[in-house]
């Protein structure tokens, strides 16, 4: 192997290990923050994140439903799925990305881009199935898990608790 | 200068690259199709949100800048052409053959599928799209196809010799992964007290519905510490020759557990698995021969 190739390697791992040893430190420090705020932007661009949290928050929720309602002119209500193009029904469950997704975007402030983006899908979706609908509401509707000392006394798993988004206009144009 | 030689520059049997390449050829394959149904809802622009939007999503979630393919191939059937090419792209990793080319597919339908969807994404997103990243740099024994590897597993004589530079990133990783979450895990309330497996097994995740965890919290108690201890030791047990096999043995069986007592979880625990490709070395007394005679 050529020196200028061994050059190479070396500088390449040096610079990627490196790196990866800056992701040890967790994201609620202060040295977390730093190394991530100055790192991050190159990092995802390139596909080298480090953020691994996997399960280090455990999960509190033991179900999850999102549909929607929709009212027309004359104030009759539908119901619809929240899986688009075709609102068909999610099961969360099945298909975990969803999961993901609607905790995410109903949760999670950081994502509020992603969730307005989806509410004027679904308001130009809807708008597409039906002229006639004038506005729609998001129902988020989760199960979250009592704590294990109620579940002992003979509570049941989870309490579910639907939250309302909206209610949001049915537009056909909307300016994106 | 030495240390680094060492460290990046030894040289490895290739065959540890092929197996490797093979192993995230085939996760790779699997993911793609796991995609699949999500395609049109998180891809496409008829779907959750407008690649435009996400453009954005994406710059103020992580800092980066968005390079998605999908950015650009907006339609449903765009995006299932584009899948259908890193499915093929995946076999053809995994046989050897253009195997340079074929992980940049895949790499970049990754890459792409994290910049336009961050908000969908998942562990093993980021896992797999790191391990991509360092293969695309790194020898892949592309010379060995899975017929030649198995036809020639017990062959002494292998040249020439690749430096590990890869497959040690790659342990690094590993060891990052299982470190940084372990860390995090120790600040959570749940994990300190004892409770994350019974919540867990309770949770949308479970295989086995019902309220029989709590009959048996006393146990998940223990196995909780008990988990930790485990992700602490693995990439620890994997490093050192000697305890290798009990690592492969611990790792395997708590994704297994993982992959049993949860659902959705398969892709993740296989991606880490697979990463254990990158510790394992079959043909080491050999290697250790050569090295020496250098």
């Not at chain 1, 809807?126 to 002992?152: A, M, Y």
């Not at chain 2, 970049?108 to 969807?117: D, G, K, T």
């Not at chain 2, 592309?142 to 590897?149: F, G, V, Y």
């Not at chain 2, 009959?215 to 290798?244: F, G, Q, S």
Request: glycine share 6%; net charge positive.
């Amino acid at each position: 192997m050529s020196l200028h190739r061994k050059v190479i390697i070396i500088l390449f791992s040096t610079i990627i290990g490196a790196n990866m040893l800056l992701g040890i430190a967790p994201l609620n420090t202060n040295l977390g923050k730093l190394i991530s705020t100055r790192l991050d932007p190159i990092r995802w661009t390139i596909g080298l994140g480090q953020k691994w949290d996997m399960f280090h928050s455990i999960p509190t929720h033991h179900s999850l439903h999102v549909y929607l309602t929709a009212k027309d002119t004359s104030g009759k209500e539908s119901r619809y799925g929240a899986g688009l193009p075709n609102f068909r029904e999610i099961l969360p469950k099945k298909l975990i990305r969803y999961h993901y997704t609607f905790l995410r975007l109903f949760q999670a402030p950081i994502n509020q881009s992603f969730k307005e983006s989806y509410i004027k899908s679904i308001s130009q979706a809807l708008h597409k199935v039906d002229p006639d609908l004038r506005e729609f509401i998001i129902h988020f509707e989760h199960g979250r898990i009592n704590t294990l000392e109620s579940i002992r006394k003979g509570a049941n798993i989870a309490t579910t608790k639907t939250e309302k988004f909206g209610p949001y206009k049915v537009q056909g144009k909307v300016e994106r | 200068m030495n240390i680094f030689s060492l460290l990046w520059l030894k040289d490895i049997d290739p065959r540890r690259y092929a197996i490797t390449r093979i192993g995230f050829a085939l996760l790779f394959f699997f993911h793609f199709l796991h995609l699949l149904p999500y395609r049109e809802t998180i891809l496409s622009n008829v779907g959750m949100s407008q690649p435009s939007v996400a453009r954005i999503g994406f710059h103020e979630l992580t800092g980066g800048t968005s390079i998605s393919l999908f950015n650009h191939f907006q339609s449903s059937s765009e995006i299932t052409v584009v899948l259908i090419i890193a499915i093929i792209a995946s076999l053809i990793l995994a046989w050897g053959k253009w195997a340079r080319i074929a992980l940049f597919v895949c790499f970049f339908v990754q890459l792409s599928i994290v910049h336009r969807a961050p908000a969908s994404t998942t562990g093993w997103d980021s896992i797999l799209t790191n391990f991509g990243f360092i293969l695309l740099f790194s020898p892949l024994g592309k010379e060995w196809t899975p017929w030649n590897l198995y036809k020639k597993w017990n062959k002494k004589q292998i040249v020439p010799y690749n430096p590990r530079y890869g497959l040690v990133l790659i342990q690094i990783q590993v060891f990052i992964i299982y470190w940084h979450t372990v860390i995090q895990k120790l600040g959570d309330h749940y994990w300190a007290k004892g409770e994350s497996i019974t919540y867990f097994l309770l949770s949308h995740h479970a295989r086995f519905t019902g309220s029989w965890p709590i009959a048996w919290h006393d146990l998940l108690d223990k196995i909780n510490y008990l988990t930790l201890i485990i992700e602490l030791a693995i990439p620890v047990l994997l490093w050192i020759r000697n305890t290798r096999k009990l690592g492969l043995w611990l790792g395997i069986g708590l994704h297994l557990s993982i992959t049993i007592l949860g659902i959705n979880l398969a892709l993740f625990s296989l991606t880490m698995i697979a990463s254990y490709l990158a510790f394992i070395d079959p043909w080491v007394t050999h290697s250790k021969l050569i090295n020496s005679s250098k």
